[in-house]
C-alpha cells in the first residue's frame, strides 16, 4: 500500500495500492475491503477524501487524476496530467484539487470549472515529490527530489481561483525529501527525507529549523501530525514507525514488528473544524465519466 487515509466519520479507511483503492470497514473488523475501486493503470500513490465523506480522490503514476462519488458506482471525473502523478491534496475550500508530478509540475485543478486552472514549476523539471495546504488556506508548501521545500501565501478572494504568492524556500535536506506536512495548528512545516531524519521547521520564526528528530536508520517515508500538533507519527523502511513528542523531539513510542519497510501510516485523531469555513462546493458529475487536461 502507497497511502492510508481514514474517511471524516471514521467508519472505513482507505488503502491506494497498484493499480486499485480498496475501502475497509473499520469497526467491523472485517479483513477483506468492502469496495474496491478500479480505473487507474499503474501504482496509486495518493488519495483523500471530501470533508463530508460524500467522495474521494485520487493521483497515480498513469498520469491520472480520478474522482470517486462514495454514493454510486465507478470514477465520476478524470482529469490527465500528462507526467506521472506523485502527490495530490485537496484545498479546504473542496473547490480545488493541487498536484504535484514527475516532470516538476504543480497544477491547480478547478472543479467547478472542470479543468485545470493554473501551473506552477518551481525548479525545472525536478520532481515534486509531496504537496501541503494549510488548514485555514493560508499557505501552500512542496518539495522535490533535491531537497528543496517552495512555500507560497494563498489568495483566494476574487474570480480565477487561488492565487499563489512566493514566500519561502528552503534547502531543507541535502537529498531526497519524501514527505512534507503543514501541521494542523498551521505553525509548523515538517519534512522527511531519505536521509533518515525528520526536520521541524517554524513558520512563525522565518521557517527557522526548530528540530532534527534521528533515530530511523532507513528512509523516512510518511509522517502524519495529531490533531493539537503536539505530536507526529512517522514511517521508515527501517520496517517501524515512531511516535514522537514534537515540543521536546523525542521518540515516546517506537512501534515493531514489520518484516519490510513501513511506508504510509495514518492517524485516527479528531480535528476541530477549520476557519475560514469552506466555500460552497461543486459536486462530482453524475452518471458517466469527464475529462479535463
Not at 48 to 62: A, I, L, P, R
Not at 159 to 185: R, V
Not at 193 to 210: E, L, V
Amino acid at each position: 500500500m502507497n497511502q492510508l487515509q481514514i474517511s471524516p466519520d471514521k467508519q472505513h479507511i482507505v488503502a491506494a495500492g497498484n493499480p486499485t483503492l480498496r475501502l475497509f470497514d473499520i469497526a467491523s473488523g472485517y479483513t477483506n475491503a468492502v469496495t474496491t475501486y478500479d480505473g487507474h493503470t499503474n501504482n496509486v500513490v495518493s488519495v483523500g477524501f471530501q470533508k463530508d465523506g460524500k467522495w474521494m480522490f485520487s493521483g497515480s503514476e498513469d498520469g491520472t487524476i480520478k474522482i470517486w462519488d462514495l454514493r454510486a458506482p465507478g470514477c465520476q471525473r478524470e482529469y490527465e496530467s500528462g507526467s506521472s502523478i506523485n502527490t495530490v491534496a485537496l484545498h479546504p475550500s473542496q473547490a480545488e484539487l493541487i498536484s504535484g508530478d514527475r516532470d516538476g509540475n504543480i497544477r491547480v485543478w478547478d472543479l467547478g470549472e472542470n479543468a485545470c486552472s493554473a501551473e506552477l514549476v518551481p525548479d525545472g523539471t525536478k520532481a515534486v515529490r509531496c504537496v501541503s495546504i494549510a488548514r485555514d488556506a493560508s499557505l501552500f508548501a512542496a518539495a522535490n527530489i533535491s531537497g528543496s521545500v517552495f512555500v507560497w501565501r494563498l489568495n483566494s478572494k476574487g474570480a480565477g481561483g487561488t492565487k499563489f504568492e512566493p514566500m519561502q524556500k528552503l534547502q531543507a535536506h541535502a537529498t531526497y525529501i519524501i514527505k512534507c506536512l503543514i501541521s494542523p495548528d498551521c505553525k509548523q512545516l515538517a519534512t522527511t527525507s531519505s536521509d533518515q531524519t525528520i526536520k521541524i521547521w517554524d513558520m512563525t520564526s522565518n521557517f527557522a529549523c526548530d528540530k532534527t528528530l534521528t533515530g530511523h536508520q532507513r528512509w523516512v517515508w510518511d509522517a502524519v501530525y495529531s490533531a493539537d500538533s503536539e505530536f507526529l507519527v512517522t514511517a521508515s523502511s527501517d520496517a517501524t514507525a515512531r511516535l514522537w513528542d514534537v515540543s521536546s523531539g523525542e521518540t515516546i513510542r517506537h512501534y515493531t514488528g514489520h518484516d519490510k519497510a513501513v511506508i504510509t501510516v495514518t492517524m485516527h485523531d479528531d480535528l476541530p473544524p477549520a476557519e475560514p469555513q469552506p466555500d460552497e462546493e461543486p459536486q462530482p458529475a453524475e452518471g458517466g465519466t469527464t475529462s479535463a487536461s
